[in-house]
């Protein structure tokens, strides 16, 4: 059992902390609006608190999971607690006309690592909408979703691993942070396309046997 902190109520912290309350984890959501925190973690089978006790809960964990134009502010508002957690960043800087806004600058995750620079920031779970993390398991045609990790910090990098196991997931290792900025473009150009265009994305690679030109 892993004790996971949620610094956040809407639809993602609702979406993954349901899933790894039901695995067994110990999950204290944490949100500014107290009654609103309270609802959700009954709905789910969590605790609820503030932010500052989602992170001082979270030993194992903490997922950062408010709106990416609040996210630096909120984890700057936290540094001093989030020194030595793993972090976990969800986030997606994508703006209308599905516009990355962070290109040309340091990606969000890297921005949260500037924000808390004692934080083990790992990028993961950005991908997809939170209506597939509440498939018990997110499975599809025969194959688990995978979940591309970007991080710096090789235990935090573990943690995170186990919970993407958690949901029934398979976790890929995709670099560093620095290589968060291509997760969170690869967003940008996906729901641009899910939504904007109505297209199946998954259609623009071909399988792996192929990938390399075979």
């Known amino acids: 059992m892993m004790r996971i902190g949620i610094v956040g ?20 959501v944490g949100g500014r ?32 999971a408010v709106p990416y134009g609040a996210a630096a502010t909120v984890a700057a508002g936290l540094a001093g607690a989030l020194a030595d957690r793993t972090l976990i960043d969800c986030t997606n800087p994508v703006g209308p006309g599905f516009v990355l806004e962070t290109r040309g600058g340091p990606s969000a995750a890297e921005r949260l690592a500037a924000a808390a620079p004692g934080a083990r920031v790992v990028k993961a779970f950005n991908l997809c909408h939170e209506s597939v993390w509440r498939h018990s398991p997110p499975v599809f045609g025969g194959r688990p979703l995978a979940v591309p990790l970007c991080g710096d910090h090789a235990p935090a990098l573990a943690t995170v691993r186990r919970l993407v196991r958690d949901l029934g997931c398979e976790p890929l290792a995709a670099g560093g942070l620095d290589r968060a900025a291509l997760l969170e473009a690869t967003a940008a150009l996906l729901i641009g396309l899910w939504v904007g265009e109505g297209a199946d994305a998954q259609a623009i690679a071909p399988p792996l046997e192929y990938a390399a030109g075979g």
């Open 33 to 64: 609006d107290a009654d609103r925190a309270a609802a959700l973690a009954e709905r789910i089978g969590a605790r609820a608190g503030g932010p500052r006790d989602a992170v001082g809960h979270g030993t194992d964990a903490v997922l950062l």
């Open 9 to 28: 109520t809407g639809n993602m912290a609702d979406a993954l902390g349901g899933q790894w309350a039901r695995a067994g984890h110990d999950v204290l």
